[in-house]
């Protein structure tokens, strides 16, 4: 059984530029959660995508943008980078439903200056 | 608006002796109660979870003690060893989707051998 995969796992990227992470969700999940980890702190619900679909979103500006692909696979894109945007991004994903863990992967340290 | 709360944010505990963490959640809606561990470098991984059917999970050395009316729930470490030493993080969520999870903030917990 193969986990979830982040790339890559760690970037630099200056002030006002986007960028685009990526995560390979673990065999058979349909659902992929991505999660915004500053340091320090406890992981915050960014958006969960569910069939290409978004299906619920946290308290985040619309910069943060994602996609599904049919193999379930996703991106996070965030545009107009800031300072505050430096954290670890997690990607999980799980089976839809209830009671469903999510699986995390080992994040991407994004670093902002 | 801090919807789990968490205490305390670090903690040191003798080899052998019992960790306590523990958090309370203020939305009522809320209904599937997980525990993550995480090491550094690493992604959470899901560590034990509770529904507020039951007072008590219990799995091997770790138990989550709930009380509904109190909204409060802690996480007991039995016989704690040098190698639980990492970041545990309690979270809660609706049943209807446990995989949009509001976690706490964290508590780093260090076993001294």
């Known amino acids: 059984e193969t986990g979830v995969t982040q790339s890559p796992t760690h970037l630099i990227k200056t002030r006002g530029q986007q960028v685009t992470l990526r995560c390979s969700s673990q065999s058979g999940h349909n659902t992929v959660s991505w999660y915004q980890q500053a340091l320090g702190q406890g992981p915050q619900f960014i958006f969960q995508y569910y069939r290409e679909e978004e299906n619920g979103r946290g308290n985040f500006p619309p910069r943060f943008s994602g996609l599904q692909f049919p193999n379930y696979s996703s991106e996070l894109n965030v545009n107009a980078l800031e300072l505050d945007d430096s954290a670890l991004y997690l990607c999980?994903?799980?089976?839809?439903?209830?009671?469903?863990?999510?699986?995390f992967g080992n994040g991407t340290r994004l670093t902002v200056t | 608006q801090q919807q789990v709360k968490q205490s305390p944010q670090s903690l040191i505990v003798q080899k052998g002796g019992i960790s306590i963490i523990n958090c309370a959640y203020e939305n009522t809606a809320f209904d599937y109660f997980p525990w993550y561990q995480q090491f550094p470098g690493k992604g959470p991984a899901l560590l034990i979870a509770i529904r507020p059917d039951v007072s008590e999970k219990k799995e091997g050395r770790f138990t989550i003690s709930f009380n509904k009316s109190a909204k409060q729930f802690s996480l007991h470490i039995m016989d704690s060893q040098p190698g639980d030493s990492a970041t545990y993080f309690c979270?809660?969520?609706?049943?209807?989707?446990?995989?949009?999870?509001?976690f706490g903030s964290g508590t780093r917990l260090s076993i001294q051998p």
């Open positions: 979270a809660a969520a609706g049943y209807s989707n446990a995989s949009k999870i509001i």
């Open positions: 999980a994903s799980s089976l839809d439903g209830p009671n469903s863990p999510l699986h």
